[in-house]
């Protein structure tokens, strides 16, 4: 079964604390997985995907293939990181997104 | 540009109603994917359009219809609302399938609530 898992809703973290939300998946194939971002009333946006391998505003993730993990990671957290953040992965003949259920980071001044 | 719109930014219908949710690309993207968030869960992919044809279908009823018109706005069509239909309905467009994932621009957004 194609599933995308983030272990947390709720993540809070103190100004300059590392980050990580994890994401773990399930798919038979070779995905693209990506971070999606919804700032407090914005649209859904992308954030990285993983052939990338790029940094945006600070956050990286690293596919591990072994694990089916994507998780994100930023070594020090900003109060305006504050979001909920999506894992998804896309594949197939459509490449639809499957996502997961979000997690909602808080970030602490 | 005004980026992907679409309408009604909120509605409220009653079980057993049916409902029309409008999306307008962003010029020149030829395809259009509709989703559904439920309230806690992330989106789900229920439909993607291209060129006026339906390229995939997620695991929803056939009270979810949708189409594409040939200036690529869509429409999505729920029949027979059921209280579960309650959620936000997403509209992604990219410039053709192959872009959907890191090609997408998501739409605001529609609030659909059922009583």
């Known amino acids: 079964a194609q599933r995308v898992t983030q272990p947390e809703k709720l993540l809070s973290v103190f100004k300059g604390a590392p980050v990580e939300l994890k994401c773990n998946y399930s798919?038979?194939?070779?995905?693209?997985l990506f971070w999606y971002v919804q700032y407090s009333r914005q649209r859904l946006q992308l954030l990285l995907r993983?052939?990338s391998r790029e940094s945006i505003k600070g956050f990286t993730a690293d596919l591990n293939k072994g694990e089916t993990s994507f998780h994100l990671k930023k070594p020090f957290a900003q109060e305006e990181d504050s979001a909920m953040y999506y894992c998804?992965?896309?594949?197939?003949?459509?490449?639809?997104?499957?996502f997961g259920t979000g997690t909602l980071l808080a970030v602490q001044p | 540009d005004a980026g992907v719109t679409q309408s009604p930014t909120h509605l409220i219908k009653t079980r057993g109603q049916h409902v029309t949710l409008r999306c307008s690309p962003i010029?020149?993207?030829?395809?259009v994917s509709w989703y559904q968030q439920v309230l806690g869960q992330g989106p789900q992919f229920i439909f993607q359009?291209?060129?006026?044809?339906?390229?995939g279908r997620g695991n929803f009823p056939d009270r979810f219809s949708a189409r594409q018109f040939p200036n690529y706005s869509s429409e999505l069509n729920v029949n027979a609302l059921l209280l579960g239909d309650s959620a936000l309905y997403l509209c992604?467009?990219?410039?053709?399938?192959?872009?959907?994932?890191?090609?997408?621009?998501f739409g605001s957004g529609t609030r659909l609530t059922v009583v």
């Open positions: 992604a467009s990219s410039l053709d399938p192959r872009q959907a994932g890191y090609g997408y621009t």
């Open positions: 798919y038979s194939g070779s995905p693209e």
């Open positions: 993983h052939i």
């Open positions: 998804a992965l896309s594949g197939g003949a459509t490449n639809k997104l499957i």
């Open positions: 010029s020149g993207h030829k395809s």
């Open positions: 359009y291209y060129e006026k044809e339906e390229r």
